[in-house]
């Protein structure tokens, strides 16, 4: 059974995902479709393109992926499909793929030129449907567009290094469910830049002289469960996509707080690691 993901900033309110459901179904009601996010930030683009990164492997090859962010057609946001690491991908051309295809390359990329409707509303629901049914059949890419061999091209999210090369300084890209603030600097960068230097991890006024490989390496378990205390302890954490990432343990808004509120970080805001 072919399988079509949705990734969009519609919300779970309005009638628009839902709506897309229902056009996937009509075009054949033996595809799977699989929610991976209706909660995008609006517009977000690299918080759409971290979302789908870090989703799209664990589904098979051959799985189409519709990315419904910033997807009006216009004489700067023309659509694409492309096949990317055995997958496709069908969106706008909007900065979002060539986020991703900064450390895999895109295998075939094609501009698509067979709009239906012009409607802006519509777009999802009508042009990215109808190309992801056509792939979901094992369609190719040359029937729905034209090869291109660029994309737009975007802000890169590679973090920056100083000349001295004892900084890197990067930004947060992502604030997940439970307010852990993911920045845009990973283990294998920091790494490369590190080589084996004692070094500090700083956002805002707070300091880490050390990252977690997992949430619970913050708690001592040779001290009674009792005494222990951890609820609310702020720490710097590889996350399992890799990235850096500021964490609260245990982290609750209602209670203990979360890295977010508690550091008063959010989306864009500098993370910096100082080497010494």
């Known amino acids: 059974m072919a399988i079509i993901t949705l990734t969009t900033d519609f919300g779970e309110k309005d009638h628009f995902a839902g709506a897309v459901k229902g056009a996937i179904y009509s075009e054949s009601e033996d595809f799977k479709i699989v929610d991976i996010s209706h909660s995008v930030s609006p517009f977000n683009i690299p918080e759409a393109a971290y979302i789908v990164q870090n989703s799209y492997m664990s589904f098979p090859k051959g799985t189409v992926h519709i990315i419904g962010i910033d997807g009006e057609l216009h004489p700067e946001n023309r659509h694409i499909a492309v096949k990317l690491d055995g997958h496709y991908f069908v969106c706008a051309d909007n900065g979002i793929i060539s986020i991703m295809t900064e450390e895999i390359a895109p295998e075939k990329m094609v501009e698509i030129n067979i709009h239906g409707s012009s409607l802006p509303e519509t777009t999802t629901l009508d042009t990215f449907v109808k190309v992801a049914c056509h792939l979901a059949r ?21 973090p920056f290094v100083n000349d001295e090369q004892n900084q890197i300084i990067g930004s947060v890209i992502y604030v997940d469910n439970y307010g852990n ?7 294998k960068f920091f790494e490369s830049v590190q080589k084996g230097r004692s070094y500090e991890v700083q956002a805002r006024s707070y300091k880490f002289d050390r990252v977690l490989s997992k949430y619970s390496d913050i708690v001592d378990f040779d001290v009674p469960e009792a005494s222990r205390n951890v609820e609310g302890k702020k720490m710097a954490i590889f996350n399992t996509s890799g990235h850096l990432e500021i964490a609260v343990y245990k982290s609750d808004n209602a209670t203990v707080g979360s890295a977010s509120k508690l550091l008063g970080l959010q989306l864009r805001d500098t993370i910096s690691v100082n080497f010494v």
């Not at 029937?143 to 999210?157: C, E, F, N, R």
């Not at 603030?181 to 283990?187: D, G, L, Y």
Request: aromatic share 0%; proline share 4%.
């Open 181 to 187: 603030v993911v920045s845009n600097i990973r283990k």
């Open 138 to 158: 094992g369609g190719t890419l040359e029937v729905i567009g034209k090869a291109i061999d660029s994309l737009k091209p975007t802000k890169s999210m590679l």
